[in-house]
């Protein structure tokens, strides 16, 4: 990586990290209904923005902008003009938003390349909790990171979307025939005793990683904009299911409505189970279903 580019990095995080200090004397400030809204709005927008299939759009005086190719050098600095605002207004679900996706950005550029699958894809994630955690507005802002209190009928529910997206998964690689390669090279090259407790563990903390994401983050703030509603599960349901389309399993349209269908299901049951606990457990499952077919369907042997 250039130096220039690492340096410019390391700047934006110093600025996003001195930003967020601002964000502990925010606590008693109040934000307008309509604030909070456009902010979260926004933000989704820019975060959706990057998910959607390449477009390339022209702009005055001959300027082009590749979407989502372009994506990852414009979000920081978008994001990082939008957290004053945030914290002027003391919109921690949106600083909080914010902050999750900064750090899927920017951290890629900075941590060493040829990182385990798992640790580059769940830095991000370690990076906003030990924030969030570390600063008491946020803190105190997470009400969604709790076990909840799962019902009958939502085990129940777990239970049948557990079943439905493994038919879901089985039946989109036996039919959309994807093309595993992408997948296949992030596993890692272990004994058989050692592969069958990385998928596990694999599934367990790629779930969770999500879960805290999407469920968490993403759905705590449109519910602090729109209402705790059956809106709200829908819109998280449908970034979550945009995310999928470029190198998501499954991925490619199929991916999103599949994936979309079963962000739906955890919205659901994050709602009704006030916490993470049963999404989380279920969606391990589903992830556990999904390296199966990896591994299942590999071509090179794992050694």
């Known amino acids: 990586m250039p130096v220039e580019r690492a340096h410019l990095q390391l700047n934006q995080c110093q600025v996003t990290i001195l930003l967020l200090r601002l964000a502990a004397m925010s606590e008693n400030a109040s934000t307008a209904a309509w604030t909070n809204r456009i902010l979260v709005l926004v933000t989704l927008c820019l975060i959706g923005a990057n998910f959607v299939p390449k477009t390339r759009l022209s702009l005055p005086g001959d300027f082009i902008v590749n979407l989502p190719a372009d994506m990852p050098s414009i979000m920081p600095w978008a994001m990082l003009i939008l957290l004053p605002f945030a914290i002027q207004f003391g919109d921690l ?26 640790v580059s894809k769940c830095a991000s994630v ?84 999500e879960e805290i994401m999407w469920r968490g983050v993403v759905m705590g703030a449109i519910d602090s904009a729109i209402g705790a509603g059956i809106i709200s599960i829908i819109i998280q349901a449908a970034i979550f299911g945009m995310a999928h389309f470029n190198g998501g399993f499954p ?4 991916g999103v409505g599949l994936a979309g269908s079963f962000g739906l299901g955890m919205g659901i049951l994050r709602r009704y189970t006030r916490g993470l606990l049963l999404p989380w457990v279920v969606h391990s499952a589903a992830d556990f279903v999904v390296i199966s077919l990896v591994v299942h369907f590999a071509s090179q042997p794992l050694v």
């Open 126 to 209: 370690v990076l906003y909790l030990y924030l969030a955690l570390l600063i008491a507005p946020l803190r105190r802002s997470m009400d969604w990171f709790r076990f909840g209190q799962p019902s009958r009928n939502m085990l129940i529910f777990a239970v049948v979307v557990v079943l439905l997206s493994a038919l879901g998964l089985i039946g989109w690689v036996h039919f959309a025939n994807p093309s595993m390669a992408e997948h296949v090279s992030k596993l890692p090259r272990l004994s058989p005793q050692k592969f069958a407790v990385y998928m596990g563990g694999f599934a367990m903390i790629n779930a969770l990683q």
């Open 93 to 118: 679900r949106t600083v909080q938003l914010v902050l999750l996706f900064l750090a899927q950005w920017l951290l890629p550029g900075i941590i060493p390349r040829n990182q385990p699958f798992l």
């Open 251 to 254: 991925g490619g349209w199929a």
